[in-house]
């Protein structure tokens, strides 16, 4: 990052931060551990239990990033920094809560499962969700990070936006022929003084 402008971070930032947090919410949503109670048919079960019934901190956080992301769009300044030091919070309470032992909300839906009893065999497998969970997370610190060191020097929505008033207007070649047809000189001033008196009095100017 040494020497590099800090603009060409904004763009690939804010995309980073819609996109990982996204990842972690739909990785939030899915399945973290699938339980087989007996062969998993006819009286048998399967159970899954997905990351927001181990911790339902883990889609409201990435909900936070995203709509961190967003914010850095429009904001600036030191906001746009405050904004940075949330998503770094918010990442990090999303790895530890990736971190949650799922084990107890297994168990307590393997209870309450009508399948379950006596002798009734039960295996589970952890699938990758916590793991992909917690790494987008983690990218999520770290474009917070470019967020707090950067984000005051990339441009914010209102600069994009001048009033017509504040902007010059050249001339094209079309306006020019119009000029000299109306028999007006096209390379004169609007507000010069002695050309207002002259046209005023008939009077040349002094």
Do not use: C, N
């Not at 990982?20 to 699938?34: C, I, P, S």
């Amino acid at each position: 990052m040494a020497g590099s402008s800090p603009r060409r971070w904004f763009g690939p930032t804010v995309l980073g931060l819609v996109l990982a947090g996204g990842a972690a919410f739909v990785l939030g949503r899915r399945a973290w551990v699938t339980t087989t109670l007996g062969d998993g048919r006819g009286a048998g079960a399967v159970i899954e239990t997905s990351g927001t019934d181990v911790s339902a901190l883990v889609p409201g956080l990435a909900v936070v990033i995203v709509a961190a992301g967003l914010g850095v769009l429009a904001a600036g300044g030191w906001f746009r920094r405050l904004i940075g030091v949330l998503v770094v919070v918010a990442s990090i309470g999303g790895i530890v809560a990736t971190r949650t032992d799922p084990d107890g909300v297994v168990d307590a839906a393997v209870r309450e499962s009508v399948a379950f009893g006596q002798g009734v065999e039960v295996s589970s497998s952890t699938h990758a969700g916590p793991w992909l969970a917690a790494a987008a997370f983690a990218v999520a610190v770290l474009l917070g990070l470019l967020v707090v060191r950067y984000g005051a020097a990339w441009p914010t929505m209102g600069s994009r936006y001048e009033s017509p008033s504040a902007r010059v207007v050249e001339p094209d070649g079309s306006d020019l022929w119009k000029a000299m047809d109306a028999g007006l000189d096209p390379t004169a001033s609007d507000d010069d003084p002695g050309e207002d008196r002259e046209a005023d009095d008939g009077r040349p100017a002094r």
